[in-house]
């Protein structure tokens, strides 16, 4: 409870200083709807619904492009980071992809997977594939060698070698890995979702825009980063796990 | 604390699993197909549906076109309208045939048409509908003072583009005399506000947001400066037109004889729009009933003249690349000879609710 306290204060400052920018008139209300108005259009779209289905369709969104990204990336990461030859090889083009935005596939990802979920899963997989792979393969690289040579003489080898040694020893830089590229996918998806789909968080607020409505937009703006906030709580819950604490006891 | 692997595996599941139910609902009986339509017709009985795509920015009244189309056909067909947030999704859109007919900028189209996407301008959207707007205090006064300032417009392949620049030929002003920036409309009023910009040019209801809140005027109406202003057509895919010309020709007879009820009842026609627009009735309201009329949903016929000097200036411009013959463009087969007159019973127009 007394860690709370601090950040909720800091947040109940950081409200009164919004509430008194409108109120004083420093900012006009074209440009800076009052937390009034929030309020009000918070309550207009959570009764139309609309709100509610733009989280689930959100969430949904990342959750699939996510998973389909991890399941891919980790097992080619723990794979990559035993094979010196390979990953030399893959290295440039994997660090290439890593640093195209995934916003610039917008268009493609119209014209392959027209218009719906199946382009935000794209751009969602684009954008967290790459820095996951070379995540995780860094990570296995970095494993110092006596952990293999113990294992030698444990006689491990193939699944065994995995998922005895090279997967916990892992485990504290994949959870990182996996915190840093979701925060990457949920700032994703709001942008991905302004084109290309017909709901979502990203689009309530592009349609709040177009509809001159910007208490409508801070309302989405709100709930998009209380949500990122609490699912990065949760990641943050494996940190404390006793089976990834092995890896950090080194 | 420690993780099983059965308990993690389920950990990692459960969200996908619940979020997957909540998406697709299985449970309700229609489930939700189509999502991305906005707005449903009301012909449930129609054997075959036609999706036509839209923008909120210019005044498209396609949700009540799409209703009254659907409850009016002659080819039982349904019409429905999706709700697209920029022209390049609706470009994409049409260019893998999700939809096969949509309201478009004319230059635009044009455009597609040269990149050899098979599309037609069948119809006008809307006559009009779009104005200068300056800052209240500005010392713009007319069209010379505009030399040496900043422009908001929406697109470069828009048509306001198009007539800025042949009004600068008009006038004798040099390209770059008056410097243009796109902008996505909503942001112009409040750029114009704060002083970025010295004036924009768009479609409404961008342009009344500005004279509402009381820090823009209106310098001209399109009509002003170029009579008969064309935005937006009704463009279609040419494989629609060649596979099934009689509902083109249904829809096209709609959107005629909506808009002609449209244009005599106006406030009602706002009152059906702004729900699917997520925008503020007042505004709408504001744009469709003040004097003079903003909006003219009357003649839109496509005429080959119009059309012809657009290209001809598109070209100048550079912004087109070659002179496409109108015949090859334009498609007014399904122009109707006749309009007939409209009733439409306001409670009764509702489909299926905005999302």
């Known amino acids: 409870m007394k860690k709370v306290i601090p950040g909720l204060l800091v947040f109940i400052v950081a409200l009164f200083i919004w509430w008194l920018a409108c109120r004083t008139g420093v900012f006009p209300a074209y440009a800076l709807p009052s937390p009034g108005q929030v309020l009000l259009s918070f309550k207009e779209e959570f009764k139309a619904g609309r709100l509610v289905n733009d989280v689930v369709a959100s969430l949904w969104r990342v959750f699939v492009g996510y998973y389909v990204a991890a399941l891919l990336a980790i097992p080619l990461g723990l794979w990559l980071g035993r094979q010196p030859r390979v990953r030399n090889a893959l290295l440039p083009m994997l660090n290439f992809f890593r640093f195209l935005s995934p916003l610039a596939w917008i268009p493609f990802a119209i014209l392959w997977f027209h218009i719906g979920d199946k382009p935000a899963f794209f751009l969602i997989f684009m954008s967290t594939f790459f820095p996951l792979v070379l995540t995780v393969m860094a990570a296995v690289a970095t494993i110092p060698s006596i952990y293999f040579r113990v294992a030698h003489d444990y006689k491990y080898t193939g699944w065994e070698l995995l998922t005895k040694v090279t997967f916990p020893a892992v485990l504290p830089q994949l959870i990182t890995g996996l915190r840093v590229t979701y925060g990457i996918a949920w700032v994703v998806i709001v942008a991905a979702e302004m084109v290309g789909c017909q709901d979502g968080l990203g689009y309530g607020i592009w349609e709040a825009r177009n509809g001159l409505r910007l208490d409508s937009a801070v309302c989405y703006m709100i709930v998009i980063g209380l949500i990122g906030m609490g699912i990065d709580r949760i990641l943050y819950q494996f940190t404390k796990l006793s089976n990834v604490r092995w890896g950090y006891e080194r | ?355």
Request: charged share 20%; hydrophobic share 40%.
């Open chain 2, 1 to 355: 604390m420690r993780f099983s692997k059965p308990i993690f595996i389920a950990f990692l599941a459960l969200p996908i699993v619940a979020l997957g139910l909540l998406r697709y609902k299985p449970w309700s009986a229609l489930g939700q197909a189509d999502k991305d339509v906005i707005h449903e017709g009301p012909n449930a009985r129609a054997h075959r549906d036609l999706t036509i795509g839209f923008l909120p920015v210019t005044c498209h009244l396609t949700c009540p076109v799409t209703d009254y189309a659907s409850k009016t056909t002659v080819s039982n067909t349904n019409f429905n309208s999706r709700l697209f947030t920029d022209f390049p999704t609706v470009t994409d859109a049409l260019k893998s045939k999700q939809i096969m007919a949509t309201f478009m900028i004319v230059p635009l189209a044009m455009k597609l048409r040269e990149q050899g996407v098979p599309v037609k301008i069948c119809y006008l959207g809307h006559r009009d509908g779009s104005e200068i707007i300056v800052a209240k205090n500005s010392k713009i006064r007319s069209f010379a003072d505009l030399k040496g300032t900043k422009m908001a417009i929406p697109s470069n392949f828009s048509n306001q583009h198009i007539v800025m620049t042949k009004l600068m030929m008009d006038y004798g002003l040099k390209p770059g005399d008056i410097t243009f920036v796109v902008l996505p409309p909503p942001d112009m009023p409040t750029s114009l506000a704060s002083g970025a910009i010295d004036s924009y040019f768009v479609g409404e209801p961008f342009c009344a947001k500005a004279e509402m809140d009381g820090y823009g005027r209106v310098l001209y109406y399109a009509r002003d400066i170029w009579p008969n202003f064309i935005s937006c057509a009704l463009v279609v895919h040419e494989d629609l037109i060649k596979s099934d010309p009689d509902v083109v020709r249904d829809l096209v007879r709609g959107i005629a004889q909506s808009g002609k009820w449209a244009e005599t009842h106006r406030a009602e026609a706002a009152k059906l729009a702004a729900p699917y627009f997520r925008q503020n009735l007042k505004v709408l309201n504001y744009v469709l009933t003040t004097n003079p009329p903003r909006v003219e949903y009357v003649n839109l016929a496509p005429n080959k003249h119009d059309l012809q000097q657009i290209q001809d200036i598109g070209i100048k411009m550079g912004i087109l690349g070659k002179r496409i013959p109108m015949d090859s463009i334009v498609d007014d087969r399904f122009v109707p000879d006749h309009i007939a007159d409209e009733t439409l019973d306001l409670s009764k127009l509702s489909g299926t609710a905005p999302h």
